[in-house]
């Protein structure tokens, strides 16, 4: 079992930035694909980003690319995912999660969910 824990989240103003933290319960954490996803209200979720185990290979959004950058700490057991040039529609709840495979956290096929964290971009 992976329990996973974000922070992070907040109310900022469009243009903004904001880094999220996504904390692992387990050193085996360096053995999955880590994911964001975001879910605003009265939508589906949505993946933001994933990277692999090594932090070499990494998959955004087109809606979030050139302004979210993933990353990872596998001696912390954290990925992290900053958000730069913030818009109101990033306006959401952000989950992370972790999956064997890019692949599954790409179709949202993942085994552990965090309980997520709100941001709420303000125009």
């Known amino acids: 079992q992976v329990q996973l824990a974000e922070s992070g989240g907040g109310l900022v103003q469009a243009g903004g930035s904001l880094r999220l933290s996504c904390a692992a319960s387990?050193?085996?954490?360096?053995?999955?694909?880590m994911g964001w996803f975001r879910q605003a209200p009265g939508k589906e979720r949505d993946i933001v980003a994933a990277i692999s185990w090594t932090g070499s290979i990494t998959y955004y959004a087109d809606s979030v690319k050139g302004r979210f950058t993933i990353s990872r700490d596998n001696a912390k057991n954290t990925v992290y995912l900053q958000m730069n040039s913030l818009k109101p529609e990033d306006t959401a709840v952000y989950s992370c999660?972790?999956?064997?495979?890019?692949?599954?956290?790409?179709?949202?096929?993942?085994?552990?969910w965090g309980q997520g964290t709100q941001v709420t971009v303000s125009s």
């Open positions: 999660a972790a999956a064997p495979t890019l692949d599954n956290v790409r179709r949202g096929i993942v085994d552990y």
């Open positions: 387990r050193r085996t954490f360096s053995s999955y694909v």
